[in-house]
């Protein structure tokens, strides 16, 4: 690697889009500019919702456009969670943390044993729960969850199931089909992981429409701005470009995953765009991040605010590009290298 390479941080913490925007559709978002003095179009069920619904395979009624997956997690709990929340660690720390915000009871139920990951939820638990969360993919382990596991969750469960679905473009399997079926089945979804917009703040709830009217109440009116409604609605016209590149991100992170296993260092299987790796100890995962942070090389370490639940010897790594991927298992060398 060139010297001017190595001083040009990689960021490989946050799992949004690393790769550029479709250069016409910022043209497009940036003509409407001009239009920033105007209200967004209120009841949301106009052209974002009908082009939200389309993508996912409903119908506009059942899909709520909101500010971002947080704004998802933060009115699911409130609406459903006043009795028991169910939480499976490791996973994406905001499920824990609005429990807790909103004072509301939480159990939180091992679910990664030998690195491997499954859901653990005893039928006891689901009974009494009035929320149950499910990561799809699973944040930070990259784990798919199988479509007969959440069928069965959701069939024990009298509360509500709500299905993580931020990941979704990586893994391509959905539980969209099984709204009408389930009554108790919320489903998120975001477009700042794949498709570059988590500056935007963009996501949106499919779920039956008596839910999405109960979640509403706990949202602001004019939850989606403006920029974010259009750039909705726009980007979706450019799926083949996010496409190609959700395939090549899926290609490095193989290479990515075989380049640590190479190295002896133990890495998850994943479904995502990010890689969970056990380096064994505590000491040793921390100087492992902290060298590459002096390289300026940044990524999630197990100890962050990010996760619940992850046992400190775990560092995930968003997947970049494969320069940038093979450049941080270049520096792995080094530091192995350096300890051995």
């Known amino acids: 690697m060139s010297e001017d390479r190595t001083k040009k941080s990689i960021h490989l913490e946050h799992s949004s889009l690393k790769y550029p925007l479709p250069e016409l559709f910022l043209k497009e978002l940036s003509e409407e500019l001009c239009s920033m003095n105007e209200y967004p179009s209120g009841g949301y069920y106009r052209l974002l919702s009908t082009k939200l619904a389309e993508y996912a395979g409903t119908n506009p009624e059942s899909v709520l456009p909101t500010n971002g997956s947080d704004e998802v997690i933060e009115?699911?709990?409130r609406a459903f969670g006043k009795k028991l929340i169910l939480i499976?660690?490791?996973?994406?720390?905001?499920?824990?943390?609005?429990?807790?915000?909103?004072?509301?009871?939480?159990?939180?139920?091992?679910?990664?044993?030998d690195h491997h990951y499954r859901l653990e939820y005893c039928?006891?638990?689901?009974?009494?729960?009035?929320?149950?969360?499910?990561?799809?993919?699973?944040?930070?382990?990259?784990?798919?969850?199988?479509?007969?596991?959440?069928?069965?969750?959701?069939?024990?469960?009298?509360?509500?199931?709500?299905?993580?679905?931020?990941?979704?473009?990586?893994?391509?399997?959905?539980?969209?089909?099984?709204?009408?079926?389930?009554?108790?089945?919320?489903?998120?979804?975001?477009?700042?992981?794949?498709?570059?917009?988590?500056?935007?703040?963009?996501?949106?709830?499919?779920?039956?429409?008596?839910?999405?009217?109960?979640?509403?109440?706990?949202?602001?009116?004019?939850?989606?701005?403006?920029?974010?409604?259009?750039?909705?609605?726009?980007?979706?016209?450019y799926l083949?470009?996010?496409?190609?590149?959700?395939?090549?991100?899926?290609?490095?992170?193989?290479?990515?995953?075989?380049?640590?296993?190479?190295?002896?260092?133990?890495?998850?299987?994943?479904?995502?765009n990010f890689v969970l790796a056990d380096f064994i100890s505590e000491e040793k995962t921390r100087k492992v991040w902290q060298y590459l942070k002096k390289e300026k090389v940044y990524t999630f370490a197990a100890w962050e605010e990010e996760f619940s639940g992850l046992d400190k010897h775990y560092i995930r790594f968003t997947i970049s590009n494969r320069e940038e991927m093979a450049y941080v298992l270049g520096l792995l060398d080094r530091f192995l290298k350096s300890i051995s």
């Open 75 to 77: 009115s699911v709990t």
């Open 88 to 113: 499976p660690i490791p996973t994406f720390s905001q499920y824990e943390v609005s429990a807790e915000r909103n004072g509301f009871n939480k159990k939180l139920v091992p679910c990664l044993h």
């Open 123 to 237: 039928e006891d638990d689901l009974k009494e729960a009035s929320l149950v969360w499910i990561c799809n993919p699973n944040n930070p382990t990259g784990t798919s969850i199988p479509t007969e596991e959440i069928i069965r969750i959701l069939a024990i469960a009298p509360g509500i199931v709500a299905v993580d679905e931020c990941n979704y473009e990586y893994l391509g399997k959905s539980v969209v089909d099984l709204i009408e079926q389930y009554p108790n089945l919320v489903i998120s979804r975001s477009f700042s992981k794949n498709f570059g917009l988590a500056g935007l703040r963009l996501g949106f709830i499919i779920s039956a429409k008596n839910n999405i009217r109960g979640i509403a109440h706990y949202c602001q009116h004019f939850r989606v701005n403006k920029m974010a409604e259009v750039a909705g609605i726009k980007v979706l016209n």
């Open 240 to 272: 083949d470009y996010f496409q190609k590149i959700w395939q090549e991100i899926a290609q490095i992170r193989n290479f990515f995953i075989a380049g640590l296993r190479e190295r002896g260092i133990i890495a998850l299987p994943s479904q995502t």
